[in-house]
C-alpha cells in the first residue's frame, strides 16, 4: 500500500477512536511506526491530514450508501439496509468528532457540510420519493420538508446540549431518530414491512 494512503486509513481510525483532538502527529507516527518527517513529506500540517482522512471516508460512505439502496428490492429494505450501516458507522465513530472538526478544522468540516447538504440530501429526497410511488411512504409527505429534517437529525443527535453523552448512547440515538423518521413516513403496508424486518407483532 501506497505511504500516503496508508497514513491516511491509519490517521482516520485512530481520530473516530479517539476524537481528532485528542490525537497528534506525535500519535500517528508512533502508531504508525513511522517519523513524523515521513508523514510531513506527504501532509503539511494536521489540518490538512484530517481534511484529507475526512474527505477519503465520505467518498467512501457515499460510496456504500448508493450501493445500498441501489442494491434494495424497494425503499424501506433500503432504509432498514441503512439503520444497519448507521449502526455501524456509529459503532466506529468517537461522540466528539463532529464538535471537533466544526471547531479545529474548518476545511475538513465545510467538506461534512457538503456532503449533507448535496449528496445527502439528494439521494434523502429521491428514497422518499421511490417509497411514494412504491406505496411504502404516505403520498401526502412533503419531500423537501422531510428530508431537510432527515439532515437536521443527523446533526441533531450529535447535540451534547440536548443528549449528554454522559447519559445517552450515540449509537442508539441515531438509531432511534431515523427509525422514528420511518416510521412517521410509512403507510400500512410500509408499516408491516417494519414490523417483519424487527420480528414485532401488533393488533390491528
Not at 98 to 107: R, V
Amino acid at each position: 500500500m501506497e505511504i500516503r494512503e496508508r497514513i491516511l486509513q491509519e490517521a482516520q481510525m485512530l481520530f473516530f477512536q479517539k476524537g481528532i483532538k485528542a490525537v497528534s502527529m506525535d500519535d500517528v507516527a508512533m502508531h504508525l511506526s513511522i517519523s513524523k518527517k515521513t508523514i510531513y513529506k506527504w501532509f503539511e500540517n494536521k489540518d490538512q491530514l484530517v481534511h484529507d482522512a475526512m474527505e477519503q471516508y465520505i467518498t467512501k460512505i457515499e460510496g456504500t450508501c448508493s450501493q445500498e439502496i441501489a442494491s434494495a428490492g424497494n425503499a424501506m429494505q433500503a432504509m432498514l439496509q441503512i439503520v444497519e450501516m448507521v449502526r455501524g458507522i456509529m459503532r466506529q465513530i468517537h461522540p466528539n468528532i463532529f464538535y471537533d472538526l466544526q471547531k479545529y478544522h474548518p476545511a475538513a468540516w465545510q467538506l461534512w457540510q457538503q456532503h449533507k447538504d448535496q449528496f445527502f440530501l439528494k439521494q434523502t429526497k429521491e428514497h422518499i420519493q421511490r417509497g411514494i410511488k412504491e406505496k411504502l411512504f404516505r403520498e401526502d409527505a412533503d419531500v423537501e420538508v422531510l428530508a431537510r429534517l432527515r439532515l437536521a437529525e443527523v446533526e441533531l443527535g450529535f447535540d451534547s446540549a440536548i443528549y449528554p453523552a454522559s447519559q445517552f448512547d450515540r449509537q442508539q440515538v441515531q438509531i432511534a431518530l431515523l427509525e422514528h423518521f420511518i416510521l412517521g413516513l410509512a403507510t400500512l403496508k410500509g408499516h408491516k414491512l417494519i414490523n417483519d424486518y424487527k420480528k414485532i407483532t401488533e393488533e390491528e
